[in-house]
């Protein structure tokens, strides 16, 4: 992920492999000017079609959807993230929404780079 996430710096399996629901994995970020930390737990698994991840805690919880799909010689992935806001955050939860539109775009875009160089 830190090859085309560029907000996420580390990535560490907490789970053994191979992923399931119920495995856990520890994210570190830099989002807005700060570092963020934060444990995502794989909540649905159908392999190859989509993975839903989710965090509970913090004061940004946070769910990752991705979902992938046959598209005439390649594949069609979407991402989506959700999230509801708690204390200070909920007040610019708009800006930060925005902000994340335009990273995932960027973070699609390479990903989508990365795929094709391989």
């Known amino acids: 992920m830190p090859a085309w996430y560029k907000n996420i710096t580390s990535v560490e399996w907490l ?55 046959a598209n005439g010689s390649g594949t069609l992935m979407t991402l989506r993230n959700r999230g509801e806001p708690a204390g200070f955050s909920r ?11 335009r990273e995932n775009r960027k973070d699609l875009q390479r990903l989508a780079a990365v795929v094709t160089a391989d």
Not at 37 to 42: A, P
Not at 91 to 101: G, L, N, W
Request: proline share 9%.
């Open 91 to 101: 007040f610019v939860a708009p800006f930060m929404a925005m902000m994340m539109r």
């Open 15 to 69: 789970s053994p492999e191979p992923t399931q629901v119920g495995s856990k994995i520890a994210f570190v970020a830099h989002f807005m000017g700060r570092t963020l930390r934060y444990i995502y737990e794989v909540a649905e698994l159908v392999p190859n079609q989509r993975l839903v991840m989710r965090t509970p805690e913090g004061s940004f919880p946070m769910e990752t959807t991705y979902t992938w799909q």
